[in-house]
């Protein structure tokens, strides 16, 4: 590390999924010292394998659960604010199937998502008729009837790693791909072992462990605590296929099963459309979830009972899963769990405190943080008040004129690179694209091309300033231009990648 040895953390956040990095944006930007540690990649697990949607969660009113809802849709908001190069509005189509949930009451239910959204900017729900209508060409032709709402869809690995990034620049320590091995608490701080990638173990002080761990949290628990406590996890994986695009439009799709789930179609990528999810229970965390074959029927056998043309699961160009760590509320099947989280903190009166996350989503990442500093507020005196819901992520003050305008002054400094390079940068790093241009003007001065629009200058501003350290966290997490590039073209940047490791060593 580099701070001295004496140097004690205010805060040691164990995991740096979309929780941790938001905790730790958060606290560092209220001029805590903290340390972020992950023993694999940022986002690299659950926050990088969602379904990539910002959504107060249509379906949780079933359950009742208003005020999730509230919270999720009022979030929903912020990051739409604070991070409009990386959420954009997504319309949802909604074909009806009569032998499901009844007309009525999914007009209800828009109805009242619609109301607990107060002041939102998105589109209201509406009903639509299918026949002649582009939202119902792809569909089959008994579907007459449908209706239309609106959530976000996101870049869940890029959304995680921003706050990373943000963290760092208020001056958090970031360290990924390490490892906490061991804790004990000590007078009014905790001793943390650290291990390192490379083997090498160090130790460091905090006042306050946060386990953040996600899918492995009753793990860290039970190797800083002796055991994982009362409260229990629900494991839940859930798989995702990446098709050839399905259809022409910008619509996505939510569709209703008959046990009772629902499955989305989301345009991905713009080439491609993403189907998913399942919720298959586990028993353990694995730390490299796939898919099975049962689930990608089960995605193809319910995306062909509402489209025209038969999906087989041979089509897809990519697959991915992640683990979904539910807090356990002993309801009985994994869609009836609640996506509510709840905040346990170990430690008495004069003891360093040890606060556990179980459970939460991806959309109410930043609320989370501000609740888990106000648990912590009596070992925090003068703790300075909330500020991340007004403060755009890194890239994100795009200005009055949006992506648009980010895109013509893009293009005014660079008039030889082309629109679509232009563009997926922007959208990748939105105002910081200019830093990864730098003073290129064709893209020969971009350095070396690995196919997709993925040049050696983005490659080197991914190590420089994102952690990136393997093809895979550059293909599949900080881009994903592994959808469109050759076996050749990923070992080429493979080779590159460990070229610039052996000149930094």
Not at 218 to 236: K, M
Not at 289 to 299: F, I, Q
Not at 332 to 345: D, F, H, M, P, Q
Request: contains cysteine.
């Amino acid at each position: 590390m580099t701070d001295s040895a004496e140097t004690v953390f205010d805060l040691l956040v164990v995991g740096a999924g979309i929780n941790g990095a938001g905790l730790a944006r958060d606290a560092a930007g209220r001029g805590l010292k903290v340390l972020l540690v992950d023993q694999g990649d940022i986002g690299g697990a659950t926050s990088s394998a969602s379904t990539k949607l910002i959504h107060g969660g249509l379906r949780y009113l079933e359950h009742y659960e208003f005020g999730l809802v509230r919270e999720s849709l009022a979030e929903r908001e912020i990051l739409l604010s604070i991070a409009p190069h990386l959420v954009h509005e997504q319309r949802f189509v909604i074909p009806h199937t009569p032998s499901q949930r009844p007309r009525w009451m999914i007009r209800l239910g828009l109805a009242l998502y619609d109301g607990l959204a107060r002041g939102s900017s998105l589109k209201r729900a509406q009903g639509v008729d299918l026949r002649g209508s582009p939202f119902g060409q792809p569909l089959r032709t008994e579907f007459a009837r449908g209706f239309a709402y609106s959530d976000l869809a996101t870049d869940d690995a890029r959304l995680t790693l921003l706050n990373a990034v943000s963290a760092a620049q208020l001056g958090a320590q970031v360290r990924p791909r390490t490892r906490l091995v061991d804790a004990r608490r000590e007078g009014k701080a905790w001793k943390a072992v650290l291990q390192a990638g490379d083997g090498a173990r160090q130790e460091c002080a905090a006042r306050i462990l946060v386990n953040a761990a996600g899918p492995w949290a009753a793990e860290v628990r039970r190797t800083i605590a002796g055991d994982a406590g009362p409260e229990a996890l629900r494991l839940v994986k859930g798989s995702h296929l990446v098709l050839p695009k399905l259809y022409e439009g910008e619509q996505a799709y939510l569709l209703q099963n008959e046990d009772g789930r629902i499955v989305f179609v989301i345009p991905f990528e713009d080439d491609f459309s993403l189907l998913g999810t399942t919720e298959v229970p586990l028993a353990a965390p694995d730390a490299a979830p796939r898919m099975d074959g049962a689930e990608a029927d089960y995605l193809c056998a319910l995306a062909n009972c509402f489209f025209g043309k038969p999906l087989r699961p041979e089509q897809a160009v990519w697959s991915f899963a992640g683990l979904r760590a539910l807090y356990d509320d002993g309801r009985g099947s994994a869609s009836a769990v609640s996506r509510e989280y709840r905040l346990i903190v170990d430690g008495g009166s004069g003891e360093p405190p040890l606060l556990s996350i179980y459970g939460g989503k991806l959309t109410t990442y930043r609320h989370l943080a501000e609740r888990v500093l106000a648990r912590l507020r009596p070992w925090l005196p003068g703790l300075r008040p909330s500020w991340s819901a007004q403060v755009h992520l890194p890239g994100g003050g795009l200005g009055p004129h949006g992506l648009p305008g980010l895109l013509l002054e893009l293009a005014r400094r660079h008039p030889h690179l082309s629109p679509e390079l232009l563009e997926a940068l922007a959208r990748r790093h939105g105002t910081l694209a200019a830093r990864v241009l730098g003073t290129a003007q064709t893209e020969a001065e971009l350095g070396e091309h690995f196919g997709a629009g993925l040049y050696a200058a983005e490659v080197n501003y991914l190590t420089a300033h994102e952690w990136a350290r393997t093809a895979e966290d550059i293909l599949w997490r900080r881009t994903k231009c592994g959808l469109k590039i050759d076996e050749a073209a990923r070992g080429r940047l493979a080779d590159y990648l460990k070229g610039k490791a052996t000149a930094a060593s």
